[in-house]
């Protein structure tokens, strides 16, 4: 193979020549800290044994398991020789999960053995036959042994700025997950946006809690592995690991982040006035819109909740809350950040007035050229290379972005989207419901979790407890209704499309809810 430009793919060499010995991951849950010589040897010996196994550019390589350094390893051994990393949202059923490979249609699915249940139980028939088994914590595995047997030092495959180098599925409004595309200039725009907000210095330290089959976490990645600033992670997040993480003198943390529910869980524990925060220097939250209240609580403990807004086509934050305007400006999305183009666009295509509502359209190197064979998709969601977020916001004469509303039913719980539609979808196969339309509605945990509002066939019934056991090892966890509410039949237009804002405004009151 030939040496590839350094600006798109080998940024591990770049700090590999300035800082051999500096420290470049720390998997906190297995307390096993890397330095970049040794991160890069690991990516190497992961790198052979793709090319071993007849893995080479272009060919998808997928990853299912919990955060951890092989993750990263693994990311970056897949890049190094020009394949396709796909992470796997381990929280999806083996039928989720069994759509998504046959989708992308993999050379290997590297594994995390904890799953090995959901792996038994996906359709064999889209399975790969390179499959390598991880532990996570360095113990004997598959995934191991390729440090004793692939040895000697890898050269990049020649990329340029469109060279696609990961798939990240979210879900559809159909139901069907859709594969957002990722090229090189993607992702270096992905890093570069968070270079002046996130202030990257040679001091900073990033703390990584978000799962890393969602671009939030693996943002962090990107940012950290440019500019050469150490990485710590944890399996998952865990409130009080975290605070304890934070706390630590010796970790240093300086940047952190999460959705708001992870705030709250936060703020809720016993310790939480025990910890010292002052080493924290920029704090970020996003997904879902973050309630005064909780702004001004962690102000208090001297936390400047930095608001940002993006999602998984703009490969992460497009627009963030700085922390010069804050807290004067507090709930609003921030502003545009360099490597995108952001508007605001009326229904009749005409861009919107400064405080006028309308759609939210980005563009440039930060955006996706598409969705993996969805052409219907991107014909929908693309328009004169603008990209359309189905988002309704607004824009004051200053340059800040508000996120007002959604044109998708689409909900957020716990920072993971939910689309109405596939658990309809669901819902749907059972003989009581006649017919339903799911929500959400608020909660104190997850900001939002789902409402199924269900007109029942006659002499049928129906509790909650019915539906969850219907719907276990279908749906996700998090896309599992928590409550549920019974019509005599589903408001509707004149054209049959039922009124769901109109269930958003009436239905929460008739619940009790957390």
Not at 156 to 181: C, H, Q
Not at 326 to 344: I, Q, S, T, W
Not at 430 to 439: C, F, L, R, S
């Amino acid at each position: 193979m030939t040496e590839a430009d350094p600006l798109y793919n080998d940024w591990i060499h770049q700090q590999l020549r300035v800082q051999p010995d500096g420290l470049a991951l720390y998997d906190l849950t297995a307390d096993r800290p890397f330095s970049w010589r040794q991160f890069n040897d690991r990516v190497d010996a992961r790198a052979h044994r793709l090319i071993v196994e007849n893995v080479g550019p272009g060919d998808r390589v997928a990853y299912l398991g919990l955060n951890s350094s092989d993750v990263v390893e693994m990311f970056f051994a897949a890049v190094r020789i020009g394949a396709v990393y796909v992470p796997l949202n381990f929280r999806l059923t083996a039928p989720e999960l069994s759509f998504i490979i046959g989708d992308c249609t993999p050379s290997a699915v590297i594994y995390d053995r904890t799953f090995q249940g959901v792996i038994d139980a996906i359709d064999t028939s889209v399975m790969p036959p390179v499959l390598i088994e991880t532990a996570l914590d360095g113990s004997d595995s598959g995934y191991e042994q390729c440090l004793i047997t692939d040895r000697g030092p890898m050269h990049a495959a020649p990329a340029n700025a469109d060279t696609l180098s990961m798939i990240m599925y979210s879900s559809g409004t159909t139901g069907k997950p859709k594969g957002v595309m990722y090229t090189r200039r993607m992702m270096l725009a992905s890093a570069l946006n968070l270079l002046q907000p996130s202030e990257a210095s040679p001091e900073s330290r990033v703390l990584n809690v978000m799962p890393l089959f969602h671009i939030g976490g693996m943002q962090f990645v990107l940012m950290a592995v440019k500019f050469g600033i150490p990485h710590l992670m944890m399996r998952s997040f865990e409130p009080a690991a975290m605070l304890d993480a934070i706390g630590n003198t010796e970790l240093n943390i300086s940047n952190i982040g999460g959705v708001p529910a992870m705030w709250s869980a936060m703020s809720l524990m016993p310790n939480i006035d025990e910890i010292d925060f002052s080493r924290i220097r920029v704090a970020a939250t996003g997904a879902e819109s973050v309630p005064a209240p909780m702004l001004e609580e962690w102000q208090q403990r001297g936390i400047l909740l930095q608001e940002v807004y993006g999602m998984t086509e703009t490969s992460g934050v497009v627009c963030m809350a700085q922390k010069a305007d804050l807290p004067e400006h507090m709930g609003y999305a921030g502003r545009a950040l360099p490597y995108g183009d952001v508007k605001v666009m009326k229904s009749d295509n005409a861009e919107a007035a400064p405080g006028e509502l309308g759609e939210i359209w980005m563009r440039g190197p930060a955006i996706t050229p598409g969705y993996w064979n969805r052409p219907e998709a991107n014909a929908k969601s693309f328009s004169g290379g603008w990209f359309r977020s189905g988002d309704i916001g607004r824009v004051d004469e200053r340059g800040y972005f508000y996120i007002e509303d959604r044109l998708k039913d689409m909900y957020i719980s716990g920072g993971e989207n939910v689309y109405p539609a596939e658990i309809e979808n669901v819902l749907y196969g059972m003989d009581q419901i006649a017919e339903v339309a799911v929500i959400g509605v608020p909660d104190s945990q997850w900001g939002e979790v789902g409402c199924a509002v269900i007109a029942l066939k006659p002499g049928q019934s129906l509790d909650l407890s019915d539906i969850g056991a219907f719907v276990q090892g279908k749906l996700a966890s998090f896309k599992q209704p928590r409550h549920v509410a019974f019509v005599e039949a589903l408001p509707r237009n004149a054209t049959g499309k039922v009124l769901k804002f109109q269930l958003r405004t009436t239905i929460p009151e008739t619940l009790t809810l957390q």
